[in-house]
C-alpha cells in the first residue's frame, strides 16, 4: 500500500505507528479516519474506539499508547484490524497495538519420529477458561494463534503418554518449542529373602536423566505409587505405575539395612515384573 506523505510507517505485525491527519500537510493513515468537515458534524461519544477483527484472531480491544517504543522491523505486508477513532488529541501521535499476535508453534516427536494425532493443551497458569486443545497434524506439528504476550501452561492430553506441565513464555511473534514425547510404562517389584516375601522394605527409585525425582512425580500426581511411601506391603510387593519410558536405577534396603541395587528400563505400555532376592 502507497503512503506517499509518510502518514504510515510499518511497526511489526499487529502494530503501526501513525500520525493525526489535522496536522499540516498530513493525510488519513490506514485504518484511521480524522473529523469530518464542518457540514458533517463528527457523532457522538468522541472518546469511542471501535475495532472490527476478521478472522476473530484479536480477542481484545486495541490499545492506545504515547509513541515512545524504538521502530521494529517494517516487515508487515498488512495490517488485519480496522480501527476508527472519532477524535483525539492533534498534536499527540500513537500507536495502536493489538493484542493476540503472537503464535506459538509445537514440534511433537517420540524418538526421531513425528508424533501425530497428539492433542495437547495450552492455557494461562491459574485461568482454566483460556484453555485451548489442538491436534498435531502428520508432521507432529501444533500451531496455537491469536496469543498474547506472557507465560502458559502446556502438557499432552493423550492417554498413555508422559505429560510433564511446561511453562512457555510466548513472544510477540512465533515461538517456537521441540517436545520428545515418551509413552507410559509400569513395573511390580518382589523383594524377598530365603524364599519368603520381606514387608516394610525401603525402595527408591532414581532417573537417570539430568533434572527428573520420581518421589516429586508421585508427590505431584504423575506416577502411581503403592503402598504410599515406597515401601512393599504384607507380600512383599511394591507397585508404580505411569512412569515415562526410561533407564532408572532401583534401590532395596531391608529393615536390616542389607541394599541391593540394579538397573530398570521402562518400556512404554509394558508391565515389568522385578525381583530383589536377598538370598543370593
Known sequence: MADPDGSLERRSQGACRVTNPRLPGATPAYGLRGPRQPSTPDPPNPTKTSTRVPYGITKTPAQLAPLGDPLLSPQVKSLPHIVSLAEHDPEQEYVLRFDGGGRLRVQLHEGGDPAAAMNVRLEVPGNDSTAQVETSDAS??????????????????????????????????????????????????HVIQAGLPVADASVSLHSRREGEDPVQWESDGLIKVEPVGWRTDLQGELRVSGLPEGTYDLEAVLPGGQTKTFPVMIEGGENLELTADFSQ
Open 140 to 189: 507432529g506439528t501444533v500451531v496455537f494463534t491469536g496469543l498474547e504476550e506472557g507465560d502458559y501452561l502446556l502438557h499432552l492430553e493423550a492417554p498413555g503418554w508422559w505429560s510433564e506441565t511446561q511453562l512457555v513464555s510466548v513472544g510477540p511473534d512465533e515461538t517456537t518449542l521441540a517436545l520428545n514425547v515418551r509413552r507410559r510404562g509400569s513395573f511390580r517389584l
